[in-house]
């Protein structure tokens, strides 16, 4: 009994969601949007997180699409944006989908360019944040002692 109506595929944000997954995990499909974010565009569009999003008519779609593709930055406090105190700029923002993975390639980048402590460590591949490395850690690496052949 498949409703005509029903969208097996929403569109938002760059990215194909599933319409048999309720909105509120079919949002966090999206990258730089998690169970909080989520939680916090379904209750300002009151509409049932149980609801699955292929069931929710095209208008409901269309505005939760321009909530999260326009407006996700007036909405959200500065506590929760996922780019807070940008490098250049100063300001919070929540950036989405390749977005978020250029901006994080980008931050990596210029640690590795100052060459500060984080920047060495990420590009000789070892914990960045003082984990420690004598006994884990040891992916890539040559394992066990070898035996002499007699």
């Not at 569109?11 to 966090?28: H, K, S």
Request: aromatic share 4%; net charge positive.
């Amino acid at each position: 009994m498949a409703d005509k109506e029903f969208k097996y595929i929403v569109r938002m944000a760059d990215t194909d969601l599933d319409g048999n997954r309720p909105v509120i995990y079919a949002l966090q499909g999206i990258k730089g949007i998690g169970y909080r974010v989520a939680e916090g565009i379904v209750k300002l569009m009151d509409v049932d997180p149980r609801e699955k999003i292929g069931n929710l008519s095209d208008e409901k779609i269309e505005e939760i699409r321009k909530i999260v593709e326009e407006q996700l930055e007036e909405i959200l406090p500065g506590w929760m944006m996922n780019h807070r105190k940008d490098y250049l700029t100063g300001e919070d923002r929540h950036l989405l989908s390749t977005d978020l993975d250029l901006q994080k390639q980008d931050d990596i980048n210029r640690l590795k360019r100052i060459r500060c402590y984080r920047g060495i460590r990420h590009e000789r591949g070892l914990p960045v944040r003082g984990q420690r490395t004598r006994s884990n850690g040891r992916r890539g690496l040559a394992v066990g002692v070898s035996r002499k052949k007699r």
